[in-house]
C-alpha cells in the first residue's frame, strides 16, 4: 500500500522548464526517473534527494542505483537502507506565487504556463486556437492554465528551513567524519613510520657494538696467538729429546 507523508519538497523540475515544483513524499519502491530522498543510509546522508538511475527489480526490495549518490556512493540497498519517493504535484512555484497546474479553458487576466520551455505570461485574449499574451500568442495545446492557490494550515507546506539546516548539519558531520578518518588513518601511518625509525636506529647501534665487539676478539686472539708463539719459542731452547739426552750421557761416559 503507497503511503503518503504530509512533507513536501520544492524542486526545480526541468520537464516545465525549470520551473519550481511542489513534490509530495510517498512510501514505495522508486521507478527508474524519479526523484527521492534518503532517510536512512550507511554512506549517503540523511536528507540527500537524488533521480533513481537503475531498479534492481529482482531483489524486489527497493534496491536501486542513484543518478548523482554522494561520495561516489550510489548503491541504496533496499534491506538496510530506506528512502521515499517524491512525487510531482500539479502546484508550482512562479515569481513568488503558489499556483495549480489546471486542464480548463483560459481566462482573461488569468496565468498561463507552457510546460515546454517555463513560459509563464497574463493572458489578454484566447480563441480556439491560441492564447494570446502581451506581445506574443501561443497554441492553446501547448499551455495550461494556473489557478493561484493560498496556502492554508491544513494544506502541506513546504520543507521547513530548519529541517533544511539539520540536513545540511547531517552531511557537514557526515563529511567531518571522513575527514576525521582520514586523519587517523595518517596519524597511525605516522606512527608507524615513527616506529620503523626508532627500530632502525637500534639496529644501527645494535651493529656499531657488536662491530666494536668484534674488534675487541679480534685484538684478543690475536694478543693470544702472540703469547702462543712466545711460548712455544721458550719451549724449543729449554727441551731435549730423549735421544740428545742418550748422546749426551754416552759422551759423559766416555769422558770418564
Not at 63 to 80: H, Q, R, T
Request: hydrophobic letters at 35%.
Amino acid at each position: 500500500m503507497t503511503k503518503t507523508n504530509e512533507k513536501i519538497h520544492v524542486l526545480a523540475d526541468e520537464s516545465l522548464g525549470g520551473i519550481k515544483r511542489e513534490y509530495v513524499e510517498v512510501d514505495r519502491n522508486a521507478k527508474v526517473g524519479e526523484k527521492i530522498i534518503v532517510t536512512k543510509s550507511i554512506d549517503i546522508p540523511a536528507g540527500h534527494i537524488d533521480t533513481v538511475a537503475y531498479g534492481y527489480d529482482d531483489y524486489n526490495d527497493g534496491s536501486i542505483d542513484l543518478s548523482e549518490g554522494f561520495d561516489n556512493e550510489i548503491f541504496l540497498d533496499g534491506n538496510l537502507e530506506e528512502y521515499r519517493v517524491l512525487e510531482p504535484t500539479n502546484i508550482v512555484h512562479i515569481d513568488g506565487g503558489r499556483y495549480e497546474m489546471v486542464d480548463r479553458p483560459p481566462e482573461i487576466g488569468g496565468k498561463v504556463l507552457r510546460p515546454s520551455d517555463g513560459f509563464f505570461a497574463e493572458v489578454v485574449d484566447f480563441d480556439i486556437h491560441y492564447v494570446y499574451v502581451p506581445g506574443d500568442r501561443v497554441h492553446a495545446s501547448d499551455i495550461c492554465v494556473l489557478i493561484p492557490v493560498e496556502s492554508s494550515e491544513e494544506e502541506p507546506q513546504p520543507s521547513d528551513p530548519i529541517d533544511v539546516i539539520a540536513n545540511l548539519a547531517t552531511r557537514v558531520a557526515e563529511l567531518e567524519r571522513k575527514v576525521s578518518g582520514f586523519e587517523t588513518t595518517i596519524e597511525r601511518h605516522e606512527y608507524v613510520n615513527d616506529r620503523h625509525k626508532d627500530e632502525i636506529d637500534t639496529l644501527h647501534k645494535d651493529s656499531r657494538r657488536h662491530g666494536e665487539e668484534l674488534e675487541a676478539l679480534n685484538y684478543a686472539a690475536k694478543e693470544t696467538d702472540g703469547k702462543m708463539a712466545h711460548l712455544e719459542a721458550d719451549s724449543d731452547m729449554r727441551l731435549f729429546t730423549a735421544e740428545e739426552v742418550a748422546a749426551l750421557l754416552d759422551e759423559m761416559r766416555k769422558r770418564r
